[in-house]
Nanobody, 126 residues
Framework: QVQLVESGGGLVQPGGSLTLSCAVS?????????VGWFRQTPGKEREFVTI??????YYADSVKGRFTISGDNGKTMATLQMNNLKPEDTAVYYC????????????????????WGQGTQVTVSS
C-alpha cells in the first residue's frame, strides 16, 4: 500500500496563485507512478483535475491554460501550479496515484484510483 502526503493550499483572492505538492511513499515497488489531483465540493462527486502519466499531461477543460502539473517522471512526487484562480476552483483537492497506465485507461474516473491523499482545502475568495 502507498501513502500520499499533500501540502499547499489555502486562501487566495481571485486571479491569484497557489501550489500543491504530493509525495508518494510506502510500498511503491518497482512501479512508476502516475500522480494527479481530483477536487470535491460539498454534495458533489469527486471531479478530475489533472494527471501526469510519465510525460503525458491531462487536464480538465475547466483548468486548461491555468493549471500546470509537473513531476519527477514517475518516481515519487508531483506539483500542481494553479494560476489565475477563480471562485469556482474552491474545493478540497485530493492527490491520487496509480501505476503508469496505457491508452484507453479511464483516468477521469475517481473509481479508477485506489490511493488518495488526505485532501487540502483551496479557497478562492475576495
Amino acid at each position: 500500500q502507498v501513502q500520499l502526503v499533500e501540502s499547499g493550499g489555502g486562501l487566495v483572492q481571485p486571479g491569484g496563485s497557489l501550489t500543491l505538492s504530493c509525495a508518494v511513499s510506502g510500498r511503491t515497488g518497482s512501479y512508476y507512478w502516475a500522480v494527479g489531483w481530483f477536487r470535491q465540493t460539498p454534495g458533489k462527486e469527486r471531479e478530475f483535475v489533472t494527471i501526469l502519466n510519465w510525460n503525458d499531461r491531462y487536464y480538465a477543460d475547466s483548468v486548461k491554460g491555468r493549471f500546470t502539473i509537473s513531476g519527477d517522471n514517475g518516481k515519487t512526487m508531483a506539483t500542481l501550479q494553479m494560476n489565475n484562480l477563480k471562485p469556482e476552483d474552491t474545493a478540497v483537492y485530493y492527490c491520487t496515484a496509480t501505476p503508469f497506465f496505457s491508452p484507453g485507461y479511464d483516468y477521469r474516473r475517481a473509481t479508477s484510483y485506489n490511493s488518495w491523499g488526505q485532501g487540502t482545502q483551496v479557497t478562492v475568495s475576495s
